[in-house]
């Protein structure tokens, strides 16, 4: 067949088996072995037209979707029933059920809620040692299950959990998994399209795994939309056979803490006020404390306010600092760099107060005041009070 | 104590810019960093090496400039560094990372820790660290954010969403750090000069570690980049100009409307 | 000819200039604003080995060539001048005399303690009457049995209240006029030393100008550098060629500062419906601002790399002085010009950086003195 490098291969040149191809020569006539086989069925390779042979057809081995039903201290975690959502349209999709898989020491009505939340079916594995996550144990009964009932897709929430396991699980069967994923969708294919961010959320990627098997994700948390609880909806409950023991476990947890409300909640917050350098010292950032004790909602920083020594690191909102979508985020005195940015672009509202009108906070912000923050922010701090 | 340290080089991201024509990212003239948390991890490293007289060693994979970071760990403290470079890991997804990062570890042998950094700033994944661990079958522990050494296993404070746990785990251990494990710090002007002085950067190819060459590479990568854009910007909205009094109460206004504040 | 730095140099370089923009431009207009000594900064830099870059590993420092040391004076200066400036002195004009002329004794003594930044040092040379005119000093040292009594004052000192240790030029007999001159290691704790007037200056707030007052002040005659009087007119002379480069690129990092705010300004700012890099003026000036940064950043390099090479570099060291600080003045002014109104504001940093400017064509040996230097390098006469 003939070939050429097609404008999607991230490489110049290619060296398949022995075939050298360089970008930007015409199709070129190469044998068909498997290494040329493998860079057409990436895409890297264009097949000249006439000749277009059907890329091998991807297995169909048992159907499922398959949901990794999170769940801590016996409570289903909120970004499960979001998957579930977003599951239940790729299912319908592809024509095919829905299942969960549920790890907990006792079932107590969870696998009832994810039924209706959208599971069609909800593989139960109980037993004493799956109480609290373990990578290990979890790995090995999941990798079990996936083995047995061979799922097409599994997703995972990208929460603490979900990016310490399913790595380990990706390892194990040697499968694709992309992570963060923001969204999920069905190619004309029927691949699973999973579109991430990456450079802090500044280029969106779109990521495929066409050879391996189950095609896996891990989702964040607060993108997808979960149904609406539908009490009448009926599903299958199939226990999992659970073969672990206390020898399997590599590591041991000591002690739970669960903090209270005292730490700073930048990613559950509903208004974030945030400061920057603009503030010029730290004994400025009283405006800000006292601007969101009045909206009742957390306090942010940049980087530069935290660098400076303003503020702690807790409140740093950014790359390397939190990412948070509130309803609402006041960026006052902050200039608004990619870093920044990437932090808190997500935002449903943005207002930014900056004097200096180039500043690039004002590229993405709702509305943008361009004037001084001592003024500003006093006058509507006295508004508020009234 | 014998501790490996896998740090990549990455972009700088608070200085990437994307070009308003193209939508894509500049990627020239961006100055290239070790990614913070893997710096973290290896000043952890130092520090553990500090208090139980031992050994790191600093590990990466990537083009022949990746060797800058390799003598920044150096100069940091770190005993050893060895480049993995070859065009045959070019492309690599975090599964083919894992498998080129774990032979080579296989083959420096002897590990009681590995470090990692839990995410790389281009990458955002969080995935090589486990699957590393995974390969080369030894427990991991993610989002560390404290780490103590006591007889021979690891206590370490795992960061959750809602608190923390305290988990135990047996040497040879994986751990991934997330920024909080310490606070950064430079390189004296004395490291600097054994690290460009004294010490070497090993360079290993595929070869030298014997790599299993159908799992490294991009085309043995499961994944596949299908297409990359930039988002839709946001759109530039209003600029409110005009007297202070006026331009709050739009905005207090405007706070009530969204019902973000309660309107009286 | 290499005009590459080596790959040691360019991770010392992005090591300072890391530190800089982290560690210290934060803080760089609460030090001017507020007059504070950067004590905090000067002790992270004493952390990293920095305060002792000029001493050899031997007595404790982390001795670098004379090129890295520039680059690290520039990249400080780039960020923060009353940081610069204290630096600057403890480690050219404080740590290099005794490095360079120190008894085994006094380099084991006080060198260490320098290095680790324990001791803060200072350079003590002006006084009222003696200013360009530095032989005309008249800060006695009479021998009297194992110690010297020193009386005298002086002025315009850099760190001098803040100093553990001070170098002391002082006349030791006055009947050789400059053959007659010594330098001596002072401890700021010793009783007679004190510390009288602190300037209030245009610029380089931050760092102590202070004036010391010497009242019948005994030091040990171990304390003599070099054990040896009458050497310290030639000591002084090498302390302030060498310490000339360092002011050079002090210079240059105050040009360079004042370019690069200038060049993000013009990106951003509009009149007349463009943005001010369109105009033809505004590249014109761009241009001379960029081409005399580096040709003084070049003029310091070189100067630097013949001191480490061991050659005679007086007239390239007074050169670059004088080129270095004659182009922050200019690239300085032309700075705040291009930032307009708002340049002479002090809510942009342009203004600062005009203010610190001017020192640099005064310390160390003014301008005119510089330029005597060069031409009698020129004539061939000693100076």
Redesign the interface.
């Known amino acids: 067949m003939k070939v050429k490098i097609s404008p999607?291969c991230?490489?110049s040149s290619l060296n398949?088996g022995g075939v050298i191809l360089i970008r930007g020569e015409d199709f070129k006539e190469v044998p068909d072995i498997p290494?040329v086989r493998?860079?057409v069925d990436?895409?890297?390779l264009e097949v000249l037209k006439e000749e277009k042979k059907k890329t091998k057809s991807v297995k169909k081995e048992g159907s499922e979707v398959l949901v990794f039903a999170e769940q801590?201290n016996n409570k289903i975690a909120r970004v499960v029933f979001e998957l579930l959502g977003k599951a239940r349209e790729l299912a319908d999709k592809l024509n095919v059920k829905l299942a969960t898989i549920l790890l907990t020491e006792k079932d107590n009505g969870l696998s009832n809620q994810l039924i209706q939340y959208g599971a069609d079916r909800v593989y139960l594995a109980e037993n004493s040692l799956l109480k609290n996550y373990q990578?290990?144990l979890y790995?090995k009964v999941i990798v079990e299950h996936i083995k047995k009932t061979k799922p097409q897709i599994v997703i995972y929430g990208a929460?603490?959990i979900g990016?310490?396991l399913?790595?380990?699980i990706?390892?194990?069967i040697?499968?694709?998994?992309?992570?963060?994923c923001t969204g999920l969708d069905i190619t004309e294919e029927g691949l699973l399209?999973q579109t991430r961010?990456?450079?802090?959320?500044?280029?969106?990627?779109?990521?495929?795994?066409?050879?391996?098997r189950p095609q896996m994700a891990t989702i964040r948390p607060g993108v997808m939309k979960a149904k609406e609880k539908d009490k009448k909806r009926n599903g299958e409950t199939i226990r999992v056979e659970v073969k672990i023991s206390e020898k399997d476990k590599?590591?041991?947890?000591?002690?739970?803490?669960?903090?209270t409300k005292k730490k700073v909640n930048l990613?559950e917050a509903?208004?974030i006020v945030s400061g920057g350098?603009g503030l010029?010292?730290k004994e400025n950032f009283k405006l800000i404390e006292e601007l969101a004790s009045l909206?009742n909602a957390e306090v942010g920083a940049s980087r530069?306010a935290v660098?400076?020594?303003w503020i702690s690191?807790e409140h740093q909102v950014g790359?390397?600092g939190k990412t948070v979508r509130p309803?609402?985020y006041l960026a006052i005195g902050i200039s608004g760099?990619?870093?920044h940015k990437?932090g808190m672009?997500n935002s449903d509202?943005?207002?930014a107060i900056n004097?200096?009108?180039?500043a690039p906070i004002?590229?993405?912000?709702?509305?943008?005041?361009?004037?001084d923050l001592f003024?500003?922010v006093p006058?509507?701090i006295k508004?508020?009070k009234q | 104590m014998r501790i490996i340290v896998c740090i990549k080089q990455v972009p700088d991201t608070n200085e990437v810019k994307i070009d308003p024509k193209k939508g894509t990212l500049i990627r020239e003239g961006i100055p290239t960093i070790m990614n913070p948390e893997d710096k973290h991890a290896l000043l952890e490293a130092i520090e553990i090496k500090n208090k139980t007289k031992g050994k790191v060693i600093a590990l990466s994979m990537g083009p022949p400039q990746a060797e800058e970071v390799l003598r920044e760990a150096l100069a940091l403290g770190a005993d050893e560094a060895i480049l993995l470079c070859d065009r045959a890991f070019a492309g690599s997804d975090t599964w083919a990372t894992a498998n080129a990062l774990g032979t080579a570890i296989e083959k420096i042998g002897n590990y009681d820790l590995l470090l990692f950094g839990r995410q790389a700033i281009d990458g955002d994944t969080a995935q090589v660290g486990p699957q590393t661990a995974e390969f080369l079958s030894i427990p991991q522990i993610t989002y560390a954010r404290k780490i103590e050494i006591k007889d021979n296993s690891v206590i370490v404070e795992r960061q959750m969403e809602d608190g923390y746990e305290i988990i135990r785990g047996n040497l040879p251990c994986l751990i991934t750090c997330t920024s909080d494990i310490n606070e950064i710090e430079y390189p004296t002007l004395r490291g600097i000069k054994q690290a460009y002085r004294n010490k070497k950067v090993k360079v290993w190819s595929a070869d030298d570690i014997k790599a299993n060459k159908s799992k490294i590479g991009l085309l043995n990568s499961p994944t596949r980049v299908k297409r990359i854009f930039t988002p839709q910007p946001r759109g530039q909205g209003q600029l409110l100009r005009g007297p202070t009094k006026e331009v709050v109460k739009k905005i207090v206004n405007l706070l009530k409307e969204k019902e973000l504040i309660r309107a009286f | 000819m290499n005009f590459d730095f080596t790959p040691e140099q360019l991770a010392i370089k992005k090591m300072i200039r890391e530190f800089a923009e982290s560690e210290i431009k934060p803080y760089a207009e609460e030090i001017d604003k507020e007059k504070k000594f950067p004590e905090k900064q000067l002790k992270k830099l004493a952390k990293l080995g920095i305060m002792g870059m000029t001493i050899p590993e031997e007595y404790g420092g982390s001795q670098i060539d004379c090129v890295s040391q520039t680059i690290i004076m520039e990249e400080l200066s780039r960020v923060c001048n009353s940081t610069a400036v204290s630096f600057g002195a403890h480690t050219s004009l404080a740590c290099n005399p005794i490095t360079n002329y120190g008894t085994k004794e006094q380099k084991e003594k006080y060198l260490p303690l320098l290095a680790s930044g324990k001791y803060l040092g200072a350079f003590s040379l002006t006084e009222p009457s003696a200013g360009s005119d530095a032989a005309n000093i008249q800060t006695t040292a009479i021998r009297d049995g194992d110690e010297y009594i020193i009386n005298g004052s002086k002025i315009f000192i850099t760190n001098g209240a803040k100093a553990d240790l001070v170098n002391v030029v002082a006349m030791t007999d006055k009947a050789k006029k400059h053959n007659g001159i010594s330098i001596f290691i002072v401890e700021t704790k010793t009783p007679g030393f004190e510390v009288g007037k602190i300037e209030d200056k245009l610029g380089l707030c931050g760092s102590c100008t202070a004036e010391l007052v010497f009242k019948d002040m005994r030091v040990p005659k171990e304390n003599l550098l070099g054990g040896i009087e009458g050497q310290g007119f030639k000591q002084t002379m090498w302390t302030l060629d060498s310490g000339r480069i360092g002011i050079g690129a002090q210079g240059v990092g105050i040009a360079q500062a004042a370019f690069d705010e200038s060049l993000k300004y013009v990106k951003e700012r509009e009149q007349f419906g463009r943005k001010l890099f369109k105009f033809q003026a505004i590249q014109f000036m761009l241009s001379d601002m960029a081409m005399k940064i580096d040709a003084a950043r070049l003029l310091c390099l070189r100067a630097a790399d013949m001191k480490e090479k061991g050659k005679r570099y007086v007239k390239e060291a007074a050169m670059a002085k004088l080129f270095g600080s004659e182009v922050a003045m200019e690239v300085t002014r032309k700075a705040i010009q291009i930032h307009g109104g708002y340049g002479f504001t002090k809510d942009y940093p342009v203004e600062r950086f005009y203010r610190d400017a001017k020192i640099t064509e005064i310390y160390e040996g003014t301008s005119e003195i510089q330029r005597l230097v060069i031409a009698a390098e020129l004539l061939g006469r000693g100076f």
Do not use: W
């Open positions: 999607i991230p490489e398949l290494e493998n860079a990436k895409g890297y801590r990578t290990e790995t929460t603490n990016r310490d399913a790595p380990r990706a390892q194990r040697t499968t694709g998994l992309t992570a963060d399209l961010p990456a450079f802090g959320g500044n280029i969106m990627a779109q990521i495929v795994c066409p050879k391996h590599k590591t041991e947890i000591i002690k739970i803490i669960r903090e990613e509903k208004i350098r010029g010292k909206l530069a660098d400076a020594g690191k790359q390397t309803k609402l760099s990619i870093q990437a672009q509202l943005i207002i004097k200096d009108p180039e004002f590229q993405i912000a709702d509305y943008g005041i361009v004037d003024k500003i006058e509507m508004q508020l």
